[in-house]
């Protein structure tokens, strides 16, 4: 599957952002999808993944109750919404797409096979 994240911008803080992950090549509902990111001079951390079929959802500790993962299997999208924009959310963010449901821990990144090209998300103070 090949995925497109797009969505991504400078922002000040207290902005919300919506970022959008667009599969293509294989069936979306066949994937659990995760959201990570990763920001200068860091380590690439978990940020938020919802299983294929979309009632169940996890989230970083850091930004429950502030961002919002979704997805419409219909259209082949998983989104990300951003409420309440901190500086320290700055990084580039990509998606992932997880095919094995039984061995899939949704916080690791070595549990996803696929992953977008990222989208820049810049937080001015």
């Known amino acids: 599957v090949q995925l497109q994240a797009s969505g991504g911008g400078l922002v000040q803080a207290g902005d919300s952002l919506r970022l959008s992950c667009k599969a293509s090549?294989?069936?979306?509902?066949?994937?659990?999808m995760g959201w990570f990111r990763q920001a200068p001079g860091k380590k690439r951390e978990f940020v938020a993944a919802?299983?294929?079929?979309?009632?169940?959802?996890y989230y970083a500790e850091s930004v429950k109750g502030r961002f919002t993962i979704s997805r419409d299997n219909p259209k082949n999208t998983v989104y990300l919404q951003i409420n309440a924009l901190k500086p320290e959310d700055t990084a580039v963010y990509y998606c992932?797409?997880?095919?094995?449901?039984?061995?899939?821990?949704?916080?690791?990144?070595?549990?996803?096979?696929?992953w977008g090209q990222g989208t820049q998300v810049t937080v001015s103070s």
């Open positions: 919802i299983r294929r079929s979309g009632g169940v959802t």
């Open positions: 090549g294989r069936t979306f509902s066949n994937y659990d």
């Open positions: 992932a797409a997880s095919l094995d449901d039984t061995n899939w821990i949704a916080a690791m990144a070595f549990s996803y096979d696929y």
